[in-house]
């Protein structure tokens, strides 16, 4: 079991800039790929972006250009810089670890389900 703790969230103006994090209590992150996902109520739960244990990334196309996944093996963190943001970025932000490394590819992020562990998420409310 990996407890993996979400940090961050908060209230911005359209257009502004948030950085958010998942950090896994006493486990390197180095050997899973991690993958961030938010669901707005009544929607589908969607991937935004993922990085293999390798440093490729992956995003959605609701994200491309404007959010930066990446990571920290020394301190066990990994991060989703979200810059321009939009109102319909506001959600939950949940991050995901994926044991096998093959959830994430150049293609695909993969559904939550998939993945081995995940967070409780971080609220990122983004307004007019």
């Known amino acids: 079991q990996v407890q993996l703790v979400e940090s961050g969230g908060g209230s911005v103006h359209v257009g502004e800039s948030l950085r958010i994090s998942c950090a896994a209590a006493g486990r390197a992150l180095d050997v899973y790929a991690i993958a961030w996902f938010r669901q707005v109520p009544g929607k589908e739960r969607e991937g935004v972006a993922c990085?293999?244990?390798?440093?490729?990334?992956h995003y959605a196309d609701s994200v491309k250009g404007r959010f930066t996944i990446s990571r920290d093996n020394s301190k066990h963190t990994a991060y989703l810089e979200m810059s321009n943001l939009r109102v319909e970025d506001m959600s939950v932000y949940h991050c995901a670890i994926d044991r096998s490394n093959s959830k994430c590819s150049e293609t695909t992020i993969g559904r939550l389900r998939e993945y081995d562990w995940w967070g409780q998420g971080t609220q990122v409310f983004v307004s007019a």
């Open positions: 990085i293999t244990r390798e440093g490729r990334t």
